[in-house]
């Protein structure tokens, strides 16, 4: 009976969250469902408990039971959102440092004494300054991709730079693999861009490149999305010898690359970018949002050259260029070596967040890289993950279910914790608060 109650919730909730059953839908009666499904009227008054736990449904006395409206406001796990400010929030990731904005003043103090503000204010070339590009080269130099700085376009930003290796490489229609679970915004992206993705099954420390191999015998596969080097959300590091197997199935079946290494800084010495590997067929795209600030939009894409143009002119549709007052400033902090403070202080800081989630979750089967800034949390047993959701936010705490980074059609049931984004203190507490409300839930 236990298998057979969690299947009817699990069904109520996909087409809630579907919207094949839209807000304001009245549910069948508890009777209704009982002889609908074959189950006990104690079994179907438990599905319509669970659901209501969930923050899917509500019942009314005298009324029936209807379906909430699980859209307005966001906060129920279904998606990556923005979170009040009254809200301990463990969804997104924005790390910074104490004095990161002091550093902010004081670059554009220097730049309205020392730089050249009126050619800040023109149109810019559509991929960047080439001043600007070599210095972004020299970057780029030190994480081991040597490349021609006539191959590398700057950016608004990683997610930008996704779309802009979207747009420029892909058509709408294209089968992509990427991993079972993936970063939100490439899946919104593919969206978008009518892309289909073909989920590659997960292995214990990476994707199961023998699927990913099937898959490409099976279907006309146009690209690979992947992040190699510490993925989101399960902290996977590809080793080397991963990373020859993924660029020896490109080649065989004629892929491109799409390499996302917005966490990769976080990894003291990994190994090489897939770039390295295959370097004719990978568009590598990176950002400083989360090693400087999320709210400074520069990111670089390194690309064949072959590539280049398609690329070019998907930045002039989408921005024209990047903001020059933006890219001045983080070209500056490459310069004087100011990012490569940030990445190692950010390295540190992640390491003592995990520590904190450790000691507080010891017992618990979750997953992770000890210098990564989340942590994926799959729940035990009967558990279900938009109840927990639902429970820590009726305390002012906001995770993420499994549903925006799941490229599956079984969502598991687990949670994703960002450390990133609250202070030390109040990590601790929050992650004491997200341990009681699983415990909790097991001894239901």
């Known amino acids: ?211 990913l191999r099937q898959i490409c015998q099976r279907r006309r596969v146009r690209a690979i999305y992947t992040m190699p080097t510490l993925h989101n959300p399960l902290g996977w590091v590809l080793s080397h010898a991963q990373r020859r197997e993924i660029a020896l199935i490109a080649r065989t079946f004629d892929l491109i690359l799409l390499e996302d290494a917005a ?48 690329l070019e002119r998907a930045i002039r549709a989408t921005t024209w260029n990047t903001p020059s007052l933006m890219v001045s400033i983080i070209c500056g902090w490459i310069k004087d070596g100011t990012i490569r403070r940030l990445e190692s202080l950010k390295r540190r800081d992640a390491r003592q967040r995990q520590a904190i989630a450790r000691e507080i979750l010891c017992d618990d089967d979750w997953i992770s890289h000890p210098s990564s800034y989340f942590i994926w949390l799959p729940l035990p047993g009967e558990i279900r993950a938009e109840r927990i959701v639902h429970r820590l936010l009726q305390q002012q705490i906001s995770v993420s279910t499994a549903e925006p980074f799941s490229t599956s059609q079984n969502v598991p049931h687990a949670i994703r914790l960002a450390l990133g984004s609250v202070s030390m203190d109040k990590l601790r507490l929050a992650l004491i608060a997200v341990k009681k409300t699983i415990d909790y839930e097991k001894d239901i």
């Not at 924005?94 to 990161?100: F, K, S, V």
């Not at 204010?121 to 020299?138: C, E, K, T, V, W």
């Not at 990978?282 to 072959?306: D, E, S």
């Open 1 to 211: 009976m236990k298998a057979r109650y969690k299947a009817i919730v699990d069904e109520y909730a996909a087409a809630i969250r579907s919207g094949s059953l839209p807000a304001g839908t009245r549910l069948p009666t508890h009777r209704a469902l009982s002889g609908e499904k074959h189950i006990s009227l104690a079994t179907a008054t438990r599905v319509y408990t669970e659901l209501e736990a969930m923050g899917l449904v509500s019942g009314e006395i005298g009324r029936g039971t209807f379906v909430r409206d699980i859209s307005l406001p966001a906060g129920l796990g279904t998606d990556q959102h923005v979170v009040a400010s009254d809200v301990v929030d463990l969804n997104f990731n924005y790390p910074a440092l104490p004095n990161q904005a002091d550093l902010l003043r004081e670059a554009m103090r220097q730049l309205a004494t020392t730089g050249d503000l009126e050619s800040l204010l023109r149109y810019q070339p559509h991929a960047g300054r080439q001043n600007d590009r070599d210095i972004i080269a020299s970057w780029l130099a030190k994480t081991g991709i040597t490349v021609s700085v006539d191959n590398i376009l700057i950016v608004n930003g990683a997610q930008h730079g996704l779309a802009v290796a979207v747009m420029g490489s892909l058509k709408p229609g294209d089968v992509v693999a990427v991993d079972a679970l993936i970063y939100p915004g490439f899946k919104a992206l593919a969206a978008l861009y009518h892309l289909e993705l073909a989920p590659i099954p997960a292995g214990i420390d990476g994707p199961d490149l023998n699927a």
């Open 263 to 310: 966490y990769a800084f976080l990894v003291h010495r990994p190994p090489s970018p897939l770039a390295c590997y295959a370097p004719e067929r990978t568009v590598y795209i990176t950002g400083f949002a989360k090693n400087i600030a999320t709210g400074l939009r520069v990111g670089a894409v390194v690309c064949p050259a072959g590539m280049r143009g398609a």
